[in-house]
Structure formats: C-alpha cells, structure tokens
C-alpha cells in the first residue's frame, strides 16, 4: 500500500529518495517546478540532462515518459523528470497526465526510491485545471502497482492543497 500526504510549499525543500520534476520535453531547464529545480540542485542534473539528449532522447522525452538523474544539491537521490501534456479543452489528454504518475513511480521502483515527492504536474504553464489534475493525480497513484511506500504531493499554495486534500477525502 502506498500512502499519500499532502504538503504545502517548493517541492525543491523537500527530503525524498526522489523528487518529481514537471519538464519540458528539451530536459534543458524552464519556468514553474523545474526553473526551481535547476537552480536549488545546481549543474549536475543539467549535466545529466545533456547526457540524456546526446543518447537515448536525442529527440527530447516524450510527453507521459519519466526518466532519472541525479539530484544534485537537493535533499533526494534522484529527481525523476516527466513531461505532463499541455492541457487542451478539445482534446482528451488525461491518459497522458496519468501515464507520468506511473511512469514516473515505475523508473522510482526500478531505482528502488520509496518515498517520492510530486508537483502539481501540467497545472502551471501547461495550464490543466487544478481540480482535475488533483483527481486524475490521486486516482492514478492509488491504482499504481508499485513498491514506493510514501507519495506526497508538494502543491505550491492554499487552494491546490486544498483540491487535492478533497480528492484524499
Ligand atoms: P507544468 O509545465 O507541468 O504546468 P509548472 O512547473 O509550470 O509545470 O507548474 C506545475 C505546478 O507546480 C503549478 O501548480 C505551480 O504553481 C507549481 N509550482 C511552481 N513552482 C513550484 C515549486 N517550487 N514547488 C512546488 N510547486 C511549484
């Protein structure tokens, strides 16, 4: 069984095994979560990034595709980037926010992490309403077939907490 908990601030101050990073598909840095990211955990996990665009995602990760680097200077082992959809109010992307839930919790199994700290992922530039990312985020966790014992959500401010918390009921 893993559990939930919630909590309010920068996802970059927590201590986790590994901590969840919403990228772009570049993995070369960005605003919101991963701008934070970058600088609180210094050039070692852009250098790690790099890596990975020079080899296996020379096209850049796909979007719903997690994959690992160092975590540098932050409180964790590893951050597990993944690329959330940008939400579409024609198009049904929800499959895809769902898959980086479990692909990020699947690369988190076969590191062995067992505590993981998530963003609010596709609810900032990708603009995904907060209270469907809440429930396809939770949903999707409770359903995972996983090892990782302990998943919290790091939700910036007092509404996001507040939508996930009712999703936990
Ligand atoms: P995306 O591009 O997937 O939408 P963003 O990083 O823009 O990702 O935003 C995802 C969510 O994370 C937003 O709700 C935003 O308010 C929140 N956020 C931004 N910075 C941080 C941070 N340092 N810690 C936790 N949450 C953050």
Redesign the pocket.
Same mark, same amino acid.
């Given at each position: 069984m893993t559990t939930i908990t919630l909590v309010q601030? @920068?996802?970059?101050?927590q201590t986790a095994d590994a901590i969840v990073? *919403? *990228?772009?598909s570049s993995l070369l840095g960005?605003?919101?979560? @991963?701008?934070?990211?970058h600088r609180r955990g210094g050039p070692a996990i852009l250098d790690e990034c790099r890596k990975l665009r020079a080899s296996q995602y020379a096209e850049g990760l796909p979007t719903g595709r997690a994959v690992a680097t160092t975590a540098g200077a932050l409180d964790a082992r590893w951050v597990i980037h993944t690329?959330?959809p940008?939400?579409s109010p024609t198009e049904d992307r929800s499959d895809l926010l769902a898959s980086c839930h479990r692909e990020a919790l699947r690369v988190a199994d076969e590191l062995g992490a067992r505590t993981v700290a998530f963003?609010?992922?596709?609810?900032?530039?990708?603009?995904?309403p907060?209270e469907d990312?809440a429930r396809i985020a939770v949903a999707t966790v409770r359903a995972a077939d996983t090892s990782v014992e302990e998943v919290s959500f790091?939700?910036? @401010?007092d509404r996001?907490y507040a939508l996930f918390a009712a999703q936990l009921g």
């Open positions: 601030g @920068d996802i970059t101050r990073n *919403a *990228a772009n960005g605003g919101g979560v @991963d701008g934070a990211i690329v959330g940008v939400f963003p609010a992922i596709s609810t900032g530039v990708y603009r995904w907060m990312a790091v939700l910036f @401010d996001a």
